[in-house]
Structure formats: structure tokens, C-alpha cells
T-cell receptor
């Protein structure tokens, strides 16, 4: 099993929809989790850190479930500009990314 | 505004050539990283460094070496390039100790013929 796994998608959703991605991990000792956003032909940029207590920033909510060993990213009221690949990171190990396509 | 720069956006080399990829950060970050990104495999850590002249192997160090002579600069070296090293190479830096937010450079698309 890969250390960090993501559903590659693509997730095709209409504008305004709520969409959620999960990222499973296999090493429960890690304390550091992050979500990055990567646009086509661009470098990844930090979207959110993932804290034990959860983290919310506007339309974006990240949560950590240690018992089931996954982190999640929830995007509410999707915008066209949210179309991108979302990468999760656990202690320098990245998932292969989940592609989101928001459609008009 | 934080910045990580890489010496080339695109590079074409021949099998057996020695290749240098340079990365510079202007944020006075302690930590620097080299990744490669391939379709379906995501970002994979090649080498990282927590301090000047210090280096640690990542998950896929074979065929690569690194150099960190100055805090702001981290070089990736392919001693003898091979076609399976054709990839997108991304440099990143982060501050402090532990695992923190990483700032990435724009990447170098290397093609080995």
C-alpha cells in the first residue's frame, strides 16, 4: 500500500456544488498534514494546513481523522477557479493528487 | 513576497551527460528539497537538506546527488543522465524545524534523449 493515497478523479462538479476529497495515509505517527493546490503546468501552492482540531478557511474545510487514518478537504460553493489538482502531503510524502473540474 | 527560483524551465540533455539543476530561495529558509513529479506517481522526494553542507536521502535518491554550499542554494546533480530521469523537477524550501509549509519553484522540465 502506498503511504499516501488519493483518488485521482477527475471530479466533475457544477458551479455551486459541494465536493469532498479524502486522502488516506498508512503511517499514523505523523503530526504534519497539508493540502496543496496545483494548477496545470504550475507548481504546487499551499492551500491549508490540517490540524487535529480541523481547519476552516472560507469555503474550504480540512479535517484529520486519526482513527481511520485519512484527511479530508471539503470545498463549498465551488467556483470555476477551483478547478485544479489537489495534493495532500504527510511529512514530505505526497499523494498523486485529485483533479477537480468545476463546470459552468 | 517569497520566492524560489530554478535555473531553467526546460532542459534537453543526452544520455550519459552530467546535469546540474540549480535552485535558489530568498526567504532565508533552513530547509530545501528536490522532488520529481511524474504522471500517476505524484511528487517523490529525491533529497533534502536541513542545513548548509548537510543532505539527507529521500525516497528515490539513486542516480542523483546534491550540493548545498550556501543556505540559499540547493543543487541537484545527475551524474550520468538516463532516459528514465526524464521528468519535471521541483525544488522547494521551508522554514524552521520539523515539517512545515513548503514553497515551490516553478519546476524544470528535463528531457533526456
Amino acid at each position: 500500500r502506498k503511504e499516501v493515497e488519493q483518488d485521482p478523479g477527475p471530479f466533475n462538479v457544477p458551479e455551486g456544488a459541494t465536493v469532498a476529497f479524502n486522502c488516506t495515509y498508512s503511517n499514523s505517527a505523523s503530526q504534519s498534514f497539508f493540502w496543496y493546490r496545483q494548477d496545470c503546468r504550475k507548481e504546487p501552492k499551499l492551500l491549508m494546513s490540517v490540524y487535529s482540531s480541523g481547519n476552516e478557511d472560507g469555503r474550504f474545510t480540512a479535517q484529520l481523522n486519526r482513527a481511520s487514518q485519512y484527511i479530508s478537504l471539503l470545498i463549498r460553493d465551488s467556483k470555476l477557479s477551483d478547478s485544479a489538482t489537489y495534493l495532500c502531503e504527510r511529512a514530505l510524502t505526497f499523494g498523486s493528487g485529485t483533479r477537480l473540474q468545476v463546470q459552468p | 513576497d517569497v520566492k524560489v527560483t530554478q535555473s531553467s524551465r526546460y532542459l534537453v540533455k543526452r544520455t550519459g551527460e552530467k546535469v546540474f539543476l540549480e535552485c535558489v530561495q530568498d526567504m532565508d529558509h533552513e530547509n530545501m528539497f528536490w522532488y520529481r513529479q511524474d504522471p500517476g506517481l505524484g511528487l517523490r522526494l529525491i533529497y533534502f537538506s536541513y542545513d548548509v553542507k548537510m543532505k539527507e536521502k529521500g525516497d528515490i535518491p539513486e542516480g542523483y546527488s546534491v550540493s548545498r554550499e550556501k543556505k540559499e542554494r540547493f543543487s541537484l546533480i545527475l551524474e550520468s543522465a538516463s532516459t528514465n530521469q526524464t521528468s519535471m523537477y521541483l525544488c522547494a524550501s521551508s522554514a524552521g524545524t520539523g515539517v512545515n509549509e513548503q514553497f515551490f519553484g516553478p519546476g524544470t522540465r528535463l528531457t533526456v534523449l
